[in-house]
């Protein structure tokens, strides 16, 4: 059963850094594209960043030059580096693994980054 789960949200000061962590498992076949997804209630979940097996990456505009997405492949764990945090970045952060060979997204439930002074 594959299982994603998100750490590292909490509540931090504007100009802040935050670290969000991902772990996934359950594959036999491994998780080709991770990436993280933030909702704000009563709008759409959009695109924070996404990151290939190759290390190719992919930002939002709002976050390009501020967070770092990063990977592990032999740990299946992906990190979001999170810098010069605006309020504006105030969502709940969720992580997705995507199941190599037979496909599928799967997705944790989700952690809250809370930017606030």
């Known amino acids: 059963q594959v299982q994603v789960v998100e750490s590292g949200g909490g509540l931090v000061q504007p100009g802040g850094s935050l670290r969000l962590s991902c772990a996934a498992s359950?594959?036999?076949?491994?998780?080709?594209?991770r990436g993280w997804y933030r909702q704000v209630p009563g709008k759409q979940r959009e695109l924070v960043a996404s990151?290939?097996?190759?290390?190719?990456?992919n930002y939002a505009d709002s976050v390009k030059g501020r967070f770092t997405i990063t990977r592990d492949n032999a740990k299946d764990k992906v990190s979001l580096q999170m810098s010069s945090l605006k309020p504006e970045d105030t969502a709940v952060y969720s992580c997705h693994a995507d199941r190599s060979i037979v496909g599928g997204r799967y997705w944790g439930k989700g952690t809250l980054v809370t930017v606030s002074s």
């Open positions: 990151i290939t097996t190759g290390d190719n990456t």
């Open positions: 359950g594959s036999i076949f491994g998780f080709n594209a």
